[in-house]
């Protein structure tokens, strides 16, 4: 496995205990915050739904996912179920298929990513924004998934 394949920044413990469980209960109670959803998707190991707060970006008519840890649990988990996932705000379920992106097509979305969230995920990214050289996008992107949104019935 390369660096890029196993690249994962842990959450620190303010993020674990208090800004995860505000911003998903927040979305749980139908606020969304600045595009935040909760992913639900099946655990690989377990079979058992798991949940996580994610931002939903919107770009250029199409829903995307990425992941600005690297390979989190979430990832593998919705690699490993076939891009299987929904997304709840409130009690609104909707259902999606993640679609993988090479990093050549990451590259707009990263960078309409950063312009969203830099100030809240940044620092993932190793100093790169919305505003570095294709260079630097390209050379990060590699260590972030980032998925496309296709709608699924139930």
Request: aromatic content about 10%; overall charge positive.
């Amino acid at each position: 496995m390369t660096a890029a394949q196993t690249y994962y920044r842990e959450p620190g413990w303010i993020t674990k205990r208090i800004f995860n469980p505000l911003i998903a209960g927040l979305t749980r109670l139908g606020i969304s915050v600045w595009g935040s959803r909760v992913l639900e998707v099946r655990g690989r190991t377990s079979g058992e739904p798991r949940q996580v707060p994610v931002n939903l970006l919107r770009y250029e008519g199409e829903a995307y996912l990425v992941a600005p840890r690297g390979q989190a649990q979430w990832v593998r988990n919705v690699r490993a179920d076939g891009g299987r996932l929904d997304l709840l705000l409130g009690k609104r379920r909707e259902h999606w298929l993640a679609v993988e992106l090479d990093d050549e097509e990451k590259l707009p979305v990263l960078k309409a990513y950063l312009r969203k969230w830099k100030a809240e995920v940044g620092v993932f990214f190793d100093g790169v924004d919305a505003d570095s050289p294709e260079s630097e996008l390209r050379r990060i992107a590699p260590r972030h998934p980032a998925f496309r949104l296709e709608r699924r019935r139930g």
